[in-house]
């Protein structure tokens, strides 16, 4: 719905503009109307995102429910990420969704890149999916302000009492029902190839004797190197959730180099089955 009303106004502010400056659609061979008009859809749809979450930022004050986990911010945001995959020509292909628990559980995945949350989350539809990511998102001008309002939890830099922080509010944001993802390489690897895992990461999982549930990301790094020319295509994988009772006796070194062997093993797969 909340897609299709983006649409809508979208229309409509191409049809006033043209109306407001006289361009009518037989200008069209002029290289200057084309630009122009060009340039005032890449900014209408700019400025519909952020109004998206303007309106979800008002409609959450002003509801009984004051929870910023609430599962009514969760699918207005969905929405709107929805839309940013369309926007970006980008297509994710799923597998293993099966495998995805009916409760509460802790995501754990390869990082890529910048794009790999917005490929992620509306994938949860029934799940209030929060993430731990870096504080220095948290200040970005327009994305920050509303990363809170979703649950996110910012982790400082080098600094081992802002991830114990971080690690607290994500148990409790666990312990309230909600998931919990988290990208144990601490950084984007702007590649196929991951970079080493932080053990520390784990903590969060065993602290809270909670499921893991075990994500593979591929080609979300190339998503410029087709657009806007051609739609592109990405990739991710869901395997079997590693159960608490299974990993209960290792320790995060252990559970680390488990899961992540998990991850390259797939990437592997995709490497050989997905070369286009």
Known sequence: MYIFSLYFFWIAYIYAFTYAFGISFKDFDSVWAFLLILVFIIISLAFSLYSQLLIMWILGKFRKNTDTLSSFN??????????????????????????????????VGNHQENYDIIALKPIFKNHPLCFIGKESLFKVPFIGPWMPII?????????????????????????????????????RSFSVEMIDFKPGAFKLAMKAKADILIGTLYKLDKIFKTFPYKRHKAYIHFSPVLKYEDYKDLNSIELSTKVKAIIQNQLDEFKKTRKN
């Open 74 to 107: 969760h699918r207005y945001v969905n929405s709107i990420l929805k839309l940013a995959q369309h926007l970006l020509r980008l297509k994710i292909i799923t597998s293993g969704e099966e495998h995805i628990p009916e409760g509460k559980f802790v995501f």
């Open 151 to 187: 649950g996110n939890v910012p982790i400082g830099k080098n600094a081992d009492r802002s991830a114990a922080e971080s690690i607290i509010n994500g148990i409790k944001h666990y312990k309230k029902g909600h998931s919990v993802g988290i990208f144990p390489e601490g950084k």
